[in-house]
């Protein structure tokens, strides 16, 4: 129910407590996502299909609530690239985000619709602002879950769609056992 006040736990194995909505994404969910898609398509049809990640959020629907969710990205690679999140635009431009970094290390890929990319990191303590008109995406680039909180407008929307079909314009992949970016060749902006 939306304008009633609330008060919820932080961590756990939901990251919060209680949640009123949860999303799994799994492999087949971002078989267009990750860059080696020959590798994703040879995974799934060996019946290979890990969680990748999970969302539990408290959702409210009015303009001028927030949504407060918890992002859980488990370890893992495709190939040389990490583990990731969707990323998507908000489908209202002027609406930013607050990621607050909870456990695991990471990085959060920014990028304006010109395919300028921002990189900041995400740990324990960590406060990553994403200001308007930014598509974001998360990366676990740690060997433990990445959890971080997230806190938003709740009529912000997702565009996952410009996202699907240009990608990023930068990868984070694994180069000599470290986390590097690196120009996505595949970037269709
Ligand atoms: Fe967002």
């Given at each position: ?15 919060i ?14 078989r ?40 859980i ?37 920014m ?7 921002a ?18 995406r ?23 769609e ?28």
């Open positions: 129910m939306d304008r009633e006040p609330y008060s919820a736990k932080l961590g756990g194995p939901t990251g407590y209680p949640y009123t909505v949860k999303v799994e994404r799994y492999l087949e969910d971002l267009e996502y990750f860059h080696d898609r020959k590798l994703v398509e040879y995974m799934l049809s060996r019946g290979e299909n890990p969680l990748i990640y999970v969302v539990y959020e408290i959702s409210r629907e009015s303009e001028g609530e927030f949504n407060v969710g918890c992002t990205i488990y370890p893992g690679k495709v190939g040389d690239e990490y583990y990731f999140t969707k990323g998507h635009f908000h489908l209202k431009e002027p609406t930013s985000e607050v990621y607050i970094g909870i456990s695991g290390e990471g990085v959060i890929l990028q304006d619709r010109s395919g300028n990319v990189a900041e990191e995400i740990k324990p303590g960590t406060i990553v602002y994403i200001p308007p008109g930014l598509a974001h998360s990366i676990n680039t740690g060997k433990t879950d990445l959890v971080f909180l997230a806190i938003y407008p709740s009529d912000a929307g997702h565009d996952y410009t996202i699907r079909r240009s990608g990023f314009a930068k990868l984070v992949v694994e180069r000599n056992g470290k986390p590097t970016i690196i120009d996505n060749p595949n970037y269709r902006g």
